[in-house]
């Protein structure tokens, strides 16, 4: 599976965005999918998962409350809705996929996925 991530941009401390992961070669509902982030100077960081089937998501304490995953299948892309943004959360966003058989277990552990779509950077200013 290929993965694209868009959607990034320049936005203001409060301000709301939404990324887009496309994915391509696959269907998307085959995999659990992840996004990490990764802040200049900082190791890419686990934000938010959703399993391959139902309502399962798991989010980083950071994001609770802000940040939104989710999927549509029928479109084959997954989405992070970035509402309430910080300063500090500033950084790349990238997309990532494990295959549904491999389990949703550490969800948080960027070792457990094979597929990575290119960053989409997202700057939040105060």
């Known amino acids: 599976v290929q993965l694209q991530a868009s959607g990034g941009g320049l936005v203001q401390a409060g301000d709301s965005l939404r990324l887009s992961c496309a994915a391509s070669g696959r269907p998307v509902s085959k995999y659990n999918m992840a996004w990490f982030r990764q802040a200049p100077g900082n190791e890419r960081e686990f934000v938010a998962a959703?399993?391959?089937?139902?309502?399962?998501?798991y989010y980083t304490d950071s994001v609770k409350g802000r940040f939104t995953i989710s999927r549509d299948n029928a479109k084959n892309t997954v989405y992070l809705q970035l509402n309430s943004l910080k300063p500090e959360d500033t950084a790349d966003y990238y997309c990532a996929a494990r295959e549904a058989r491999t389990g949703f277990a550490d969800a948080y552990n960027r070792a457990n996925y094979n597929y990575w779509g290119q960053g989409t950077q997202v700057t939040v200013s105060s």
């Open positions: 959703i399993k391959f089937v139902g309502d399962t998501t």
